[in-house]
């Protein structure tokens, strides 16, 4: 079982950068793929970025790929989202999840851990 707190959402203007973290507790988090899903206003839950037991092997959804980069360390049991030219089309509320096993899965229902979410919000 691994429980997930995510800290680092705020207000931020357009082209800003915004760093969110997920701290996680319980003994099996160096064997749990961790990712990052988002969900805007009147939306549904959408796949942000995943990263892999080591944070070798990382995925990301195309409206987020070459912006935002997903990492973690397995000492300090926490993983990041990395979030660079901000646009007001990311706003969302932010949340961690994590699944044991292996696959980088982007879908919501693979995912067995949540976090309570961290508000970001873009302005223009």
């Known amino acids: 079982q691994v429980q997930l707190v995510e800290s680092g959402g705020g207000l931020v203007q357009a082209g800003d950068s915004l760093r969110l973290s997920c701290a996680a507790s319980?003994?099996?988090?160096?064997?749990?793929?961790m990712a990052w899903f988002r969900q805007a206003p009147g939306k549904e839950r959408e796949f942000v970025a995943a990263?892999?037991?080591?944070?070798?092997?990382?995925s990301y959804a195309d409206s987020v790929q070459g912006r935002f980069t997903i990492s973690r360390d397995n000492v300090k049991n926490t993983v990041y989202l990395q979030m660079t030219s901000l646009k007001p089309e990311d706003t969302a509320v932010y949340y961690c999840a994590g699944r044991p096993g292996l696959g980088l899965m982007q879908v919501r229902a693979w995912y067995d851990y949540w976090g309570q979410g961290t508000r970001v919000t873009v302005s223009s």
């Open positions: 990263a892999s037991w080591s944070g070798s092997s990382t």
């Open positions: 319980g003994r099996s988090f160096s064997s749990t793929v």
